[in-house]
């Protein structure tokens, strides 16, 4: 399995999640509407510096071979963000948050989950194996 556009796309998911996060959290509070507090701000800053630094490892990782063995902490990594994200995502809109950006984001975390998963339990292909 190819990797790349796993790495790629999680890479630009991750990063721009992480710069809106980063620049923008009175906004991203009120959407959801929450209170802007020194607290409440500081934490969506540093998810968003969290996600980014996710970001920046996938982009530097998008061209070494991952699966089974290989770089596996790059993948156990990617798969438990999203894999437990997934899951409070899931709680959060079954508690009834009812917003179109919350089930977005929470499908599009269960395929990135789902994908990582895969790559965790299988053996990568590669050039050679074609």
């Not at 999640?17 to 959407?31: R, S, T, V």
């Not at 530097?60 to 089974?68: K, T, Y």
Request: hydrophobic share 55%.
């Amino acid at each position: 399995m190819h990797t790349k556009i796993l790495m790629t796309s999680s890479s630009v998911f991750m990063g721009l999640l992480g710069i809106a996060a980063l620049f923008f959290p009175g906004e991203i509070l009120q959407a959801l509407n929450q209170n802007e507090t020194i607290i409440s701000s500081l934490l969506v800053q540093m998810a968003g510096t969290l996600l980014f630094a996710f970001a920046m490892l996938n982009w530097m990782s998008r061209l070494n071979v991952i699966g089974g063995i290989y770089n596996r902490p790059v993948a156990i990594g990617n798969f438990t963000h999203f894999m437990v994200g997934a899951i409070f995502l899931i709680k959060t809109v079954a508690a009834g948050l009812n917003y179109t950006s919350v089930f977005i984001l929470c499908a599009v975390y269960i395929v990135f989950a789902l994908w990582f998963g895969k790559i965790i339990f299988t053996h990568p292909v590669t050039e050679n194996d074609k």
